[in-house]
């Protein structure tokens, strides 16, 4: 049977693709341009678009599992109750959805709270879901990189409760062994929830040490200006999402974004490996 991967050409979502085919699984990519796809051929591909109903019934035909991944857009949540339903619809009682960890504290911020919502709907519906809880990516740092290398700062107000980081190649593996977890079941398996964490909880001050020892040259942290980090994102992004940005950024200083008891522990036996360090991802994208 097959595994539909919506999201499919975005950080994540090639990932998922890449451990999906790694361990043998057949999949169907959903994707707005097939230009950018460049899967393996083993990949098929079909053009399409979360609010284009005609096009995601026909991806989720003969489809037996679904990973679904929206984007951050202002139209996301009306995105993923549509893909939730078309694929009710269809029968498709195998799902694997991408939400994030503390969607149920960050509740002032748009993008969690959509995601909560999601959430709310697979239990209310019924729906048979792995629901997976990212925290921040640490590929979002290749934004900064520039910034921290040619002003000597770290720009990022994520203050001194700490984040648990994570790669999106360790969310991608966990999500593919979810899938095919799922997809191999005799009979659909319940609603269940995984922390997506890294092994370390960065702080401000801890992030910008770890830049310092791989460049070999004092980084500093200026301070906790939210303001100031919407203000910057309104160069490179619309308003709404900039302020998104900075609601988020706010609750990074107020609640952290932290592991429960045993997140690493269960990651770590799920993979079979260490998770991938913020020290080794940052010397990766240093280089």
Do not use: C
């Not at 699984?25 to 341009?33: E, I, P, T």
Request: hydrophobic share 45%; proline share 5%; net charge negative.
């Amino acid at each position: 049977m097959t595994i539909l991967v919506t999201g499919a050409t975005g950080n994540v979502g090639r990932n998922v693709v890449e451990q999906l085919v790694n361990r043998g699984a057949d999949v169907r990519a959903l994707v707005r341009d097939p230009s950018k796809a460049g899967f393996p051929a083993s990949v098929e591909v079909i053009q399409g678009d979360l609010l284009d109903v005609d096009s995601l019934r026909s991806a989720i035909s003969g489809v037996s599992t679904l990973f679904l991944l929206n984007g951050v857009v202002a139209d996301e949540y009306t995105q993923a109750l549509i893909a939730l339903n078309v694929a009710r619809e269809a029968g498709i009682e195998r799902i694997v959805y991408l939400s994030v960890i503390h969607s149920d504290i960050y509740v002032n911020v748009p993008h969690f709270a959509g995601k909560f919502g999601v959430e709310r709907m697979i239990e209310q519906m019924g729906m048979n879901a792995t629901i997976l809880r990212p925290a921040y990516y640490m590929d979002n740092e290749i934004t900064i990189k520039d910034v921290v290398t040619g002003y000597g700062i770290y720009p990022m107000p994520i203050g001194d409760k700490g984040l648990a980081m994570i790669d999106a190649r360790d969310v991608g593996e966990v999500a593919a062994i979810e899938l095919i977890r799922r997809e191999q079941s005799a009979t659909p398996l319940p609603t269940n929830r995984i922390n997506l964490v890294g092994p370390d909880t960065l702080t401000a001050a801890s992030a910008a040490a770890i830049w310092t020892e791989v460049l070999g040259r004092p980084i500093a942290y200026p301070g906790d200006d939210t303001a100031g980090f919407e203000q910057n994102l309104r160069a490179f992004m619309p308003s709404w999402m900039a302020f998104d940005m900075r609601l988020m950024a706010e609750r990074f200083l107020s609640d952290g974004m932290l592991p429960e008891v045993g997140d690493v522990d269960r990651l770590t036996t799920l993979l079979g490996r260490p998770l991938r360090t913020y020290r080794d991802h940052v010397a990766q994208i240093a280089g």
